[in-house]
C-alpha cells in the first residue's frame, strides 16, 4: 500500500506562476522516469531483481492548487530526489507537507 502526501504551497501565486519550473525540476531529478500529463513518475534501480519488480518508486501529481504525492516505495535516491525537490521549492516558497490525515509529514519536511 502506498503512502499519499499533499505538498500546499502557502503563496498560491507563486505555485501558479512557478508550475512550469517545478515539472522542470522534478524531470531533471536522477530518478525521474517519464512523465503523462500531470503525473510525474520517478523509479530507482536499487534493490530491484527485475526491472519489471516495480513501475516506480514514487508519482507526483501537479495539480490546480497542490502537489498530490504517492510513495510506493522509498530506496534512498528516490528519498535524496525527493529531499532535493523539498529543498529547492523551499528556498522559493514556504511548503507544508501533511499525510493522507492531514498531519504534518515527519520524514518530508
Excluded at 54 to 59: E, F, K
Excluded at 86 to 91: L, P, Q, S, T, Y
Aim: charged share 30%; proline share 1%; hydrophobic share 35%.
Amino acid at each position: 500500500m502506498a503512502a499519499e502526501f499533499i505538498l500546499s504551497f502557502f503563496d498560491k501565486e507563486w505555485y501558479q506562476k512557478n508550475k512550469s519550473n517545478i515539472s522542470k525540476k522534478i524531470q531533471s531529478l536522477s530518478t525521474f522516469k517519464s512523465r503523462d500529463g500531470n503525473e510525474y513518475q520517478l523509479l530507482s534501480d536499487e534493490f530491484r531483481n527485475d526491472k519489471k519488480d516495480w513501475l516506480y518508486n514514487v508519482r507526483l501529481f501537479i495539480e490546480e492548487t497542490n502537489i498530490f504525492i504517492e510513495i510506493a516505495t522509498h530506496p534512498l535516491s528516490t528519498e535524496d530526489d525527493l529531499c532535493l525537490l523539498f529543498r529547492w521549492i523551499r528556498k522559493q516558497s514556504n511548503i507544508s507537507i501533511n499525510d493522507e490525515d492531514g498531519e504534518v509529514s515527519g520524514w518530508l519536511n
